[in-house]
């Protein structure tokens, strides 16, 4: 059938047809807020490179949670800029730590919300690499006990959730062994399985002051021009026991969002970084484009790539965009 029989904008004439034959629509459950904390009290930062987004320090950001939580966006992720930074990333692993003592304060507080925890060195470590560097390389085997270490230092401080994000061999094994053998059966494990050395990652790298010191990460996170070792990857972590796969960035991977959708059938998150925020914010403040009309149009992209859950720095907006229709 086609035309003048088949006329595909009759089902297009008004908003409520629309609404009908919607075919992909994120919600807030499938909202995750990255969020970042530093030591002291009364701190709200503003990251110069990320409008909208703040350096907290643990009291302000159980505020923050509290309101997240009341908009019924069901977890954060929170990334740690520490008091000190060495070689080994001490702080990481360190139960005074200052991711530790904010999911202390958040669960202190009863707040009805999932708190995820980065696992990785980068914010911890002087030289700014994501494990332990033995002669000018990062050392694989050596970086997993740091982060088994990190891992396990979090789930006893609270976190309900994991995610290892440095991009090593068998990480994925080493944090669950370590939370087995502790105990914590019943804490998750979301992988950063895919992750891309990306130049969309650069406002991050201000906001959690974790920019490596020398060279770059490309030794450790994926080239961006690969599919099939995006599906190696993220096979060897759902082997290694990730409960989440991630793929990381968004936009520019949105293929490998879907590949990874078709191949595994595994739930399924996809980060949309600083530098995706960033470029949008630059442009809505230049007004040169429409803040929530590109945002609502990019976070359905990526759900109808495949992704069960998002990470953005978007979720609070997005929540509060959903409720107005
Ligand atoms: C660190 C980490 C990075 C992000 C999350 N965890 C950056 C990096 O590898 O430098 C990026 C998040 C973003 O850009 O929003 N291991």
Redesign the pocket.
């Known amino acids: 059938m086609g035309f003048p029989e088949y006329r595909p904008r009759r089902l297009r004439r008004n908003e409520n047809l629309r609404r009908l034959l919607r075919e992909t629509t994120p919600g807030v459950d499938d909202l995750i807020m990255?969020l970042f904390v530093r030591h002291g009290s009364g701190v709200r930062k503003e990251i110069e490179s990320m409008p909208g987004q703040y350096q907290l320090s643990p009291d302000t950001l159980v505020e923050k949670v509290a309101r997240i939580a009341q908009a019924r966006i069901p977890a954060v992720i929170l990334?740690g800029i520490p008091g000190h930074k060495d070689a080994e990333g001490s702080e990481a692993y360190s139960d005074d730590g200052v991711v530790q003592q904010s999911i202390r304060a958040v669960k202190e507080a009863k707040i009805d919300v999932l708190v995820i925890a980065?696992v990785?060195l980068?914010?911890y470590t002087e030289h700014g690499h994501?494990g332990i560097v033995v002669d000018g390389e990062v050392d694989n085997d050596r970086t997993l006990e740091y982060l088994a270490k990190s891992a396990l230092s979090f789930a006893r401080a609270g976190a309900d959730v994991v995610a290892p994000?440095?991009m090593m061999d068998g990480r994925v094994q080493a944090v669950r062994e370590a939370l087995d053998e502790s105990g914590f059966t019943g804490v998750p494990i979301m992988s950063?399985a895919a992750?891309f050395a990306s130049a969309?990652?650069g406002?991050?790298?201000d906001a959690?002051e974790?920019s490596p010191k020398f060279g770059d990460?490309r030794s450790y996170?994926m080239d961006p021009s690969n599919s099939d070792e995006a599906m190696r990857e993220i096979a060897l972590d759902i082997a290694e026991g990730a409960d989440i796969v991630m793929v990381?960035?968004a936009l520019p991977y949105l293929d490998v969002i879907r590949r990874a959708r078709e191949e595994f059938r595994h739930p399924l998150a996809a980060?949309c970084?600083?530098?995706e925020?960033a470029m949008i914010k630059a442009a809505a403040r230049n007004g040169w484009l429409d803040e929530k009309g590109a945002v609502m149009e990019m976070t359905a992209g990526i759900k109808r790539a495949g992704a069960d859950m998002i990470l953005t720095?978007w979720a609070e907006d997005i929540a509060k965009w959903l409720k107005q229709g």
């Open positions: 990255p990334f980065d990785c980068c914010g994501c994000s440095d950063y992750k969309f990652y406002p991050f790298r959690a974790s990460r996170q990381k960035p980060y970084v600083s530098g925020y720095y």
